[in-house]
C-alpha cells in the first residue's frame, strides 16, 4: 500500500504522519510519500525574486523546510519514504500527485476541536475530499480536553 500524507510543517499534518505509525506498527505493510504544496507565486515575490529559477529554488526549499517534522518521525521509526515538493493549489496538486503516484490511500490531518470545527472542515480538505479516487482519511488533532488514552492512564498509576 501506498499512503500519501501532505505535509505542510503543522502538527495537524504531524498527526497524520503519527497515525499512519502507528498502523504501520500494527502490522500495516506500506510506503509513504510525503508530499508538501507550495503556493503559486504571488506578484511581491515576483517583483523581489526576478528569477524564475530563484523563485523555484526558494519554493522548494520551503517545501522541503516543512517536510523536515515529517522525516524525522518516520526517520526515527526507523520507515523509508519519498519526498516531492510541488507547486500549484494544494487539493489539486495533492490529488494529482496521488493519481501520477499511484497512492492507495491519502492520509491528512485536520481539527477535530467542536461541531463547528467538525462541519467546515479546511477548504483543502473537503476539496481533496470530493476530487480524490482514493480512500481519504481524516486525522483529528487531540483535543486538550480528551482523557488521555488508557496506557497513559497505566503508566501513571504505576509511577504512584
Known amino acids: 500500500m501506498r499512503i500519501l500524507l501532505p505535509i505542510d510543517g503543522s502538527d495537524l499534518s504531524l498527526d497524520a504522519v ?24 504571488h506578484l511581491y515575490e515576483v517583483l523581489m525574486l526576478r528569477d524564475p529559477e530563484a523563485r523555484a529554488a526558494a519554493a522548494r526549499e520551503a517545501g522541503e523546510h516543512a517536510l523536515q517534522g515529517a522525516q524525522a518521525l518516520l526517520d526515527a521509526a526507523g520507515y523509508g519514504y519519498e519526498i516531492e515538493v510541488a507547486t500549484g493549489d494544494p487539493a489539486t496538486s495533492l490529488v494529482d500527485v496521488a493519481e501520477r503516484e ?17 462541519a467546515l472542515l479546511g477548504s483543502v480538505t473537503q476539496a481533496v475530499l470530493s476530487r480524490a ?18 496506557a497513559a492512564l497505566d503508566e501513571g498509576a504505576a509511577e504512584e
Not at 497512492?103 to 467538525?118: K, N, P, Q, R, T
Not at 479516487?133 to 488521555?148: C, F, R
Request: proline fraction near 12%; aromatic fraction near 4%.
Open 102 to 118: 499511484g497512492c492507495d490511500a491519502i492520509v491528512m490531518g485536520s481539527f477535530g476541536h467542536g461541531a463547528l470545527s467538525e
Open 18 to 41: 503519527r497515525h499512519v505509525l502507528r498502523l504501520a506498527g500494527a502490522g500495516l505493510q506500506a510506503s509513504f510519500l510525503l508530499v508538501n504544496v507550495q503556493e503559486p507565486t
Open 133 to 150: 479516487n482514493v480512500p481519504v482519511t481524516i486525522v483529528k488533532h487531540p483535543s486538550l480536553e480528551e482523557p488521555p488514552p488508557p
